[in-house]
């Protein structure tokens, strides 16, 4: 069945940096548009980022825009989010996305906290 585990999630103080990754199985990754998403405390949860099938085109939130890159390796099924100059608003639980057979897949997420 799908799978999506996100790793690298911690506590970074203002500024940081961190990068996420996203390991998936049960299904073609490469065919698949992949995405991150992220939830803050009493929050919705909000779209960050998405990579294209061959990491061509990419597109980000305008609150991330200039600071987290989204990025994939097919050889290893994994999806990425490079998120620098972090602020204390960037503290949420982050999720990996696919849609596969007409239904959103999700990981078990990473929590990401910024504070001093």
């Known amino acids: 069945q799908v799978q999506l585990v996100e790793s690298g999630g911690g506590l970074v103080q203002p500024g940081g940096s961190l990068r996420l990754s996203c390991a998936a199985s049960g299904f073609i990754f490469s065919r698949y548009v992949m995405s991150w998403y992220r939830q803050a405390p009493g929050k919705e949860r909000d779209w960050v980022a998405s990579?294209?099938?061959?990491?061509?085109?990419?597109n980000v939130a305008d609150s991330v825009k200039g600071r987290f890159t989204i990025s994939r390796d097919n050889a290893k099924n994994t999806v990425y989010l490079q998120m620098n100059s972090l602020k204390p608003e960037d503290t949420a639980d982050y999720y990996c996305?696919?849609?596969?057979?007409?239904?959103?897949?999700w990981g078990q997420g990473t929590q990401v906290t910024v504070s001093s």
């Open positions: 990579i294209t099938t061959t990491g061509g085109s990419t």
């Open positions: 996305n696919v849609y596969t057979l007409g239904a959103a897949r």
